[in-house]
């Protein structure tokens, strides 16, 4: 057991949209991401996707029925995509965000195009 430096951790990120697990949680990865820019549209087809924005804004797109809805969140506010719902992270400024979802889910939804999700 030992406390976290979320803002430690970010340092050492220079990339984005490349997940960093910090933490484990019972079978779930606690992690860090940068974002900037758009992410492409994907869904987990098996698991909730959820995000908790550390530092600036992001917007999240979800494809509903009558077409796309844009959730925008701040510092201190989550989201979570219910599992099969296709949606599409962005940040048109570099924002800092916490992701927690279960060990092996592909950030993309598709396990040839993800991220590795080193450790920090």
Do not use: C, Q
Not at 95 to 113: Q, S
């Amino acid at each position: 057991m030992k406390s976290v430096s979320l803002a430690e951790k970010l340092a050492k990120i220079t990339t984005h949209w490349d997940p960093h697990v910090v933490a484990d949680y019972n079978d779930n990865d606690v992690m860090v991401v940068k974002f900037a820019g758009e992410f492409p549209f994907h869904d987990h087809s098996d698991t909730d996707d959820f995000f908790l924005v550390i530092e600036g804004e992001i917007i999240i797109d979800v494809e509903t029925a009558s077409g796309i809805e844009s959730h925008t969140l701040r510092a201190g506010e989550l989201f979570v995509v219910p599992k099969g719902i296709r949606h599409r992270p962005r940040a048109e400024h570099e924002a800092k965000v916490l992701l927690i979802e279960p060990k092996g889910t592909p950030n993309t939804g598709d396990a040839v195009t993800a991220s590795k999700k080193p450790r920090l």
